[in-house]
């Protein structure tokens, strides 16, 4: 009897530890991915949060801290019992590159805390992601941050205005994906204004000068500053006919800020296109 009872208490806890094992594997209640990222093969949601108002301070690529305020999730994964760990690094470079291929930029990277930064920017949203990864476990912290829309463009009187007046103008409302030069279409209102502007000033000439925030390399910059400054040059020519002879496109990357690039809303003043009397 004793040997039977003995047997039936060693079945119960094989199949209660096999239970708890099963259940060890699952997500927590609640738990889920991030639209913008799945998992790791072998991973489930071990703790989930999702606030739709908080902070996050993370690490920028000058190293320093950003506090970022917006719809925040912090997920954290487990590796599932038994399953092989793919190491810390993989799971970071997977991460990376699955965001790299979304328009995300990594804008802090570092090996030896094991922790990573990359900001996606789509149409009106900015999404912050840190990863810091482990042998078996990860953690999401992820900050959706409404950018602040241009609703109000000037126009063409305006910046007639202030061109009289200081001999520039910051045209907000051209939109740009982040480290691309393509004019997106919600641009059209601003560039026509500035056409209408042209237009109507026949002898005015102009510089077009694009401006960008401090993120990313100097030379990168340059590059991409000029390379939107001609893009909106080449859209009043070919769409509005103005003459070509009347604008000259360049590039100052973030020389000439008009606010802070230590915070989220100064870097937005400063990616912008200017308009010079020549």
Do not use: C
Request: hydrophobic share 35%; glycine share 6%.
């Amino acid at each position: 009897m004793q040997k039977v009872m003995a047997a039936i208490f060693s079945l119960f806890f094989v199949l209660a530890s096999f239970g708890f094992s099963m259940a060890a594997d699952q997500d927590e209640k609640g738990g889920k991915d991030h639209p913008l990222l799945s998992r790791m093969p072998d991973f489930h949601v071990s703790n989930y949060k999702d606030t739709e108002f908080n902070s996050h301070r993370f690490i920028d690529h000058d190293k320093k801290p950003v506090s970022v305020e917006g719809h925040k999730y912090y997920i954290e994964y487990r590796l599932n019992k038994g399953a092989a760990e793919p190491g810390e690094l993989k799971i970071r470079r997977n991460i990376q590159d699955a965001l790299k291929k979304i328009g995300g930029k990594v804008v802090f990277d570092d090996n030896f805390n094991k922790v990573s930064t990359i900001v996606v920017q789509k149409e009106a949203k900015e999404t912050w992601v840190e990863v810091r990864a482990y042998n078996n476990m990860y953690r999401l912290t992820i900050v959706e941050k409404e950018v602040m829309k241009q609703e109000v463009v000037a126009d063409a009187a305006a910046m007639g205005n202030d061109i009289n007046t200081t001999g520039h103008v910051p045209v907000y409302g051209i939109y740009f994906d982040t480290g691309k030069s393509e004019i997106k279409p919600e641009s059209d209102a601003a560039i026509s204004e500035i056409a209408t502007l042209l237009k109507n000033n026949g002898t005015l000439n102009i510089y077009v000068v694009g401006h960008t925030d401090n993120v990313g390399s100097f030379d990168s910059n340059m590059k991409l500053s000029k390379d939107r400054a001609d893009a909106v040059a080449k859209a009043l020519t070919s769409q509005y006919g103005i003459a070509v002879s009347r604008l000259k496109s360049y590039g100052v990357a973030s020389l000439s800020p008009v606010a802070s690039n230590d915070t989220e809303d100064g870097k937005a003043k400063n990616r912008r296109v200017e308009l010079v009397k020549q």
